[in-house]
């Protein structure tokens, strides 16, 4: 199944760099705080006066940054936003005009009209298009978890734009200094409010846990500043930046009058998430169409894991594609879905296939654990992950096996190898780049080939079908297992192809 809307989301990044701006931090303090103590202290000063209502939201928030050890901004910002002028006669500025007052009145943001906010408007129109159709696409799926949970902690609907503006709505994303996820949060951070991350996991990628957190992040922002434009720009720089920034306009607490204030990226970054709202809201007037996504979230549904399994195990017994698994379970850093006591790791899958995974779950993690039981363990052989390693295919190789070997993704191993499928051939040299230390497995010249093993009782020829694969065939005959299968047709793999004929024994 092809994935293009979510390779396209990634290249939407707005024409911006990213950047983090927070406080340098001495003896548990920020700097400016040490400052302004340094300075009550000098007789020369003791008559300056701080803005008495913006000292009153500084002390909250210090409650909140040291009771946390909330040191770092947890979100990407989106910076260098050009406001010049954009010729773009589809959309005049009266029709603009009248439509962000009609959006102000139904949303809490203070949508004004400014030449500013429309060049940004024209220009998205005019140059990201395409992008920002896909967006809409991979938005159908997105959106009604962020609804759901948004609306659980009473934060406007809305925001769900704001993870267009932080992530193009790729999970996985990770800006340069750590921040990950459909809103980017810093490690420190996502542990704070309860994302768990792991060697195995990381839940900053989760689509709803990730959401719960920023609900709770934002919840937090508006009880302290008390306007949904404020908290978005110290969801973005910071509150203290935000606090300067009204005291340097003279005590203003409207976005727009302190804008010039703020740090650049911040400055850009509210009009960044308007723009996208109204695009968003205003779309079947700009001709963008409302077209179907790979997966409606209602058509999928979670089962609570009982063993480990790797991604791919579950797409050999269930017949659903590596990729599809991969799109629904982000958090899984390398395919693998752990059991840890205690924890509650869940598999999404499409509602087609999970009553068939519920159905056979003993044979499925019975499969999974042979599997597990059977691999090599020689001595471990390390590898520098920036190392770059020359992978030989081998036969019973699949792309699944291989990213499992070196921790990878199987849509990495393509994209370093420029391959469209994920048909390999025996002896095709492969660049990899480990990113785990990885446990050396044979050569090829010291590999056993596999021998066929002697089959007794009645013996039938079952031809594979397109789909099959040698876990659904093993269930089709009462006590054959999958190992039983390879022994009396000589498969070392697991790979089968439509046609092939294969000796059963009925027993």
């Given at each position: 199944?092809?994935?293009?809307f ?11 760099s990213?950047?983090?701006?927070q ?18 202290d ?13 000292a ?6 210090f409650?909140?940054?040291y ?6 901004s ?5 910076t260098?936003l ?5 010729d773009y ?16 009145s ?8 400014n030449p ?9 129109l005019?140059?990201?298009?395409n ?15 962020f ?9 406007p ?7 267009i503006?932080?992530s ?29 991350v792991?060697s ?30 404020l908290?978005?720009a ?7 930046n935000v ?94 879905i ?6 509650n790791?869940?598999l ?6 999970v ?32 190392d ?6 081998k036969s ?18 393509k994209?370093?190898?420029g391959?469209?499928?994920?048909d ?11 990113r785990?230390?990885?446990v ?11 021998e ?20 659904s ?9 999958v ?6 047709n ?15 024994s009925?027993?």
């Amino acid at each position: 199944m092809a994935f293009r809307f979510f390779i396209i989301a990634i290249l939407l990044n707005f024409g911006t760099s990213f950047s983090q701006t927070q406080d340098s931090i001495i003896d548990g303090k920020p700097q400016s705080i040490k400052t302004i103590e340094a300075i009550a202290d000098s007789s020369s000063v003791k008559k300056l006066a701080d803005h008495k209502s913006m000292a009153t939201l500084d002390e909250k928030w210090f409650e909140e940054l040291y009771s946390n050890t909330l040191f770092d901004s947890i979100y990407e910002s989106v910076t260098e936003l050009k406001f010049d002028p954009v010729d773009y006669p589809e959309l005049s500025t009266d029709t603009l005009k009248a439509r962000l007052k009609e959006l102000d009145s139904r949303t809490p943001f203070n949508v004004e009209y400014n030449p500013g906010l429309e060049s940004v408007i024209k220009s998205y129109l005019k140059h990201r298009r395409n992008s920002l159709q896909n967006l809409m696409t991979l938005s159908a799926f997105y959106f009604p978890m962020f609804e759901r949970e948004l609306d659980n902690q009473n934060i406007p609907l809305e925001i769900k734009y704001l993870a267009i503006v932080e992530s193009a709505l790729k999970p996985r994303a990770k800006s340069r200094v750590g921040a990950t996820g459909l809103w980017q949060f810093m490690f420190s951070t996502g542990k704070m409010y309860g994302l768990d991350v792991s060697s195995y996991v990381d839940e900053r990628s989760d689509p709803i846990k990730s959401t719960v957190a920023a609900s709770k992040y934002l919840a937090k922002l508006y009880e302290i500043f008390g306007d949904w434009d404020l908290a978005l720009a110290a969801y973005n720089s910071g509150p203290g930046n935000v606090t300067k920034a009204i005291r340097r306009s003279g005590g203003y607490q409207n976005y727009w009058n302190i804008r010039h204030n703020l740090p650049r990226e911040t400055a850009g970054y509210l009009p960044a998430f308007l723009a996208t709202m109204y695009i968003f809201e205003y779309a079947e007037a700009h001709g963008f169409k409302k077209l179907k996504p790979e997966f409606a979230h209602f058509e999928t549904d979670t089962i609570r894991v009982k063993q480990m399994i790797t991604l791919d195990q579950v797409s050999e017994v269930t017949g659903t594609s590596i990729e599809e698994l991969q799109f629904l379970n982000p958090s899984y850093k390398l395919d693998i879905i752990p059991f840890i006591k205690g924890e509650n790791y869940a598999l999404r899958l499409p509602k087609e296939v999970v009553g068939k995974f519920v159905n056979n779950e003993d044979s499925i993690y019975a499969f999974a654990k042979a599997e597990f039981d059977k691999r090599e363990k020689p001595l471990p052989q390390f590898f520098n992950a920036n190392d770059k390693i020359i992978y030989r295919v081998k036969s019973g190789d699949y792309l699944g096996k291989i990213s499992r070997i070196y921790g990878v993704r199987v849509s990495d191993i393509k994209r370093w190898n420029g391959l469209r499928s994920n048909d390999l051939r025996i002896g095709q040299r492969l660049t990899i780049y480990p990113r785990k230390p990885h446990v050396s497995t044979p050569s090829p010249s010291t590999t056993k080939v596999a021998e066929k093993k002697p089959i007794s009782g009645e013996v039938v020829i079952y031809e594979v079908k397109s789909g099959d694969s040698l876990w659904s065939i093993s269930q089709k005959f009462s006590g054959v297992s999958v190992q039983n299968i390879k022994d009396w047709n000589g498969i070392s793999g697991s790979k089968l192809k439509p046609g092939m004929k294969l000796k059963i024994s009925k027993g």
